[in-house]
T-cell receptor, first 117, second 118 residues
Framework: DQQVKQNSPSLSVQEGRISILNCDYTNSMFDYFLWYKKYPAEGPTFLISISSIKDKNEDGRFTVFLNKSAKHLSLHIVPSQPGDSAVYFCAAPAILNYGGSQGNLIFGKGTKLSVKP | DTGVSQDPRHKITKRGQNVTFRCDPISEHNRLYWYRQTLGQGPEFLTYFQNEAQLEKSRLLSDRFSAERPKGSFSTLEIQRTEQGDSAMYLC????????????????FGNGTRLTVT
């Protein structure tokens, strides 16, 4: 079973506060995770990633945390800005039968973030 | 870097008609992927190419769907005898993979072709 789950369809946050987007996965063989951001009428844009050998990766206002024992990752945005309002997708490369990956990504359903001024 | 380009942006067709979409990947990228996205869902994998070779097809890709990448550059996705259930956003993505160390290269997506079947 290879699934990536985002159980919160939407999140509303005040500008300047922290946004926390959550993602769970089912397969402990996943070894790399990515977050994409999508604006309406545009394709998803890569935001940040994390390898399973790390538990944190930071890039400016964006930090991703990985908890392998819980099969859970989260994206923190601090401080949140109105321009961050978008749909955020969590993704992981699909695992082939022999354990490798072809780079094809499995996506969650996304969380729509609204940052209010 | 001109990004991934998809054409057309929108397509409205009647049920039963055939449609073809085009994707131009980032020029140095050897991998090209097709995804489909419906409302409230994340992108779902359809198929991918490494250079001109189609290496995998999803079970979502019924026999009415065919994809090609004849010279390892642009790709086309054709849907024959369209059905209303084919209405979706069709996304193309590309990446560069030259060895094991680069298999985690992020996919770069185009802005998609929105198909409406009436």
């Amino acid at each position: 079973d290879q699934q990536v789950k985002q159980n919160s369809p939407s999140l509303s946050v005040q500008e300047g506060r922290i946004s926390i987007l959550n993602c769970d996965y089912t397969n402990s063989m996943f070894d790399y995770f990515l977050w994409y951001k999508k604006y309406p009428a545009e394709g998803p844009t890569f935001l940040i990633s994390i390898s399973s050998i790390k538990d944190k990766n930071e890039d400016g206002r964006f930090t991703v945390f990985l908890n392998k024992s819980a099969k859970h990752l989260s994206l923190h945005i601090v401080p949140s800005q109105p321009g961050d309002s978008a749909v955020y997708f969590c993704a992981a490369p699909a695992i082939l039968n022999y354990g490798g990956s072809q780079g094809n990504l499995i996506f969650g359903k996304g969380t729509k973030l609204s940052v209010k001024p | 870097d001109t990004g991934v380009s998809q054409d057309p942006r929108h397509k409205i067709t009647k049920r039963g008609q055939n449609v073809t979409f085009r994707c131009d990947p980032i020029s140095e990228h050897n991998r090209l992927y097709w995804y489909r996205q419906t409302l409230g869902q994340g992108p779902e994998f359809l198929t991918y190419f490494q250079n001109e070779a189609q290496l995998e097809k999803s079970r979502l890709l019924s026999d009415r769907f065919s994809a090609e990448r004849p010279k390892g550059s642009f790709s086309t996705l054709e849907i024959q005898r369209t059905e209303q259930g084919d209405s979706a956003m069709y996304l193309c993505a590309s990446s560069q993979r030259t060895g094991i160390e680069s298999y985690n290269s992020p996919l770069h997506f185009g802005n998609g072709t929105r198909l409406t079947v009436t």
